[in-house]
């Protein structure tokens, strides 16, 4: 399951299935110095995520742990109480600045209260205040807490730290319609298109969770936004099959007229003009729809069957000769069949017909990406 989710996390990064592409990852975190990086630490803590020398690390986490000459109080849910330094937590946080200021600076204890979020999560988020770094398995358990903390009161760098977290390896079909709810919330556009990805791209398992019953319920509006995505989605990628195929056929009937050509000017395996004379070992010929042509050109010449505008392939048949009479720069050195009798009737063709064809042959010579087709020009 874990394996699952991260392929999916994956290749949502990855591929651009769907909608607009990805705002540009944050940046990579800061080098470490040296002195971090080696060294036997008692904190693994202070290995593992800092980014400033270790003993510095350690002074400013005493500071928040001892909380001497602390002036903030802080309480948090079920009544938890942490303390903090006025100076240190306002130059990190401007919102807490703010907050703070307002407080009676005659007393010695300024007060806030944060509720809704663990008591322990507020402490990893105001001690990340003090030293810039967190235990990997209080990033793994508060992720989410820390984003919207780091959201509310302006902790860039932290935040950024969250995004990257849940991006890389902490987004399940379980609680990605939370992580896409409190995205939107944090305004983190990278996130939470990658969460939207990942509910389009899962969304039977997705609607089955927890977290889309619970969306269902608080966010009707929300939940009907998502549904429509999807449906956009689909018709998009319906849209895209439809262009893919009539891409296809476009081409297949450049290839035939390109086939056409080369058949009634150089002859090809046992056909072609009657000046030609066929070697009984040629090369292969280059032109893929050149075999299937060939069976329907003597098809054509030997039909017995008289219905009306003839049978289905003679009809096809006639189609391709007028296509080509169409797309044919160069009726009068032109050895294709019938090439300049077309031209005539086409004159006495009804307008909406006219429009039609010419369509389609604009279509034909757009999908090749010319203006004219060279192998219908005089050699
Ligand atoms: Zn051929
Ligand atoms: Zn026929
Ligand atoms: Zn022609």
């Known amino acids: 399951m874990a394996n699952m989710d991260q392929n999916c996390c994956e290749s949502l990064k990855d591929g651009n299935k769907f909608g607009p592409a990805l705002p540009p990852p944050p940046p990579p ?38 909380g001497y000459k602390a002036d903030v109080r802080i309480n948090t849910g079920n009544g938890g109480i942490l303390y903090a330094h006025y100076n240190i937590i ?65 902790v860039p760098q932290l935040k950024r730290e969250c995004e990257q977290k849940l991006e890389s390896s902490s987004l399940t079909l379980d609680n990605v319609v939370d992580v896409f709810q409190i995205s939107l919330l944090c ?27 619970a969306m ?12 429509e995505s999807m449906i956009e989605e689909e018709n998009n990628k319906k849209e895209r099959i439809r262009k893919i195929n009539e891409r296809k056929i476009y081409m297949q009937l450049y290839e035939a007229m390109e086939a056409l050509v080369h058949i ?30 060939e069976l329907l050109v003597r098809h054509f010449a030997a039909c017995k069957l008289r219905v009306p505008g003839g049978c289905s392939h003679c009809k096809r048949m006639w189609q391709l ?24 009737r086409m004159s006495k063709q009804s307008k909406k017909e006219e ?17 004219i087709a060279p192998c219908f020009q005089q050699q």
């Open 264 to 293: 009634c000017r150089d002859g090809c395996r046992t056909i072609g003009p009657c000046d030609k004379d066929f070697k009984a070992n040629q090369q292969p010929c280059k032109y893929s729809a050149c075999k299937g042509l």
């Open 90 to 154: 306002a130059v990190a946080s401007p919102v807490l600045r703010g907050l703070l200021k307002q407080g009676n600076v005659r007393r010695r204890w300024r007060t806030i209260t944060i509720s809704g979020v663990p008591h322990d999560a507020v402490r990893v988020f105001f001690r990340y205040l003090y030293t810039s770094c967190y235990e990997k398995e209080d990033m793994e358990e508060f992720v989410l807490h820390l984003l919207v903390l780091s959201h509310v009161f302006m």
């Open 29 to 66: 975190p800061l080098p470490r110095p040296a002195a971090t990086r080696t060294g036997c630490c008692p904190c693994k803590r202070l290995v593992e995520q800092s980014y400033v020398s270790r003993a510095a690390i350690e002074l400013w986490d005493r500071l928040f742990d001892t």
């Open 355 to 371: 429009i039609r064809w010419k369509i389609l042959v604009k279509k034909i010579l757009r999908t090749r990406g010319i203006g």
């Open 216 to 227: 269902k319920e608080s966010h009707p509006a929300l939940e009907k936004e998502v549904l």
């Open 321 to 344: 000769l007028e296509l080509h009479s169409r797309i044919c720069s160069d009726p009068d050195g032109c050895r294709v069949p019938l090439c300049s009798n077309f031209k005539q």
């Open 187 to 213: 305004d983190a556009p990278r996130l939470s298109l990658i969460c939207h990805r990942m509910i389009l791209s899962n969304f039977k398992a997705v609607s089955e969770s927890e977290g889309w019953k």
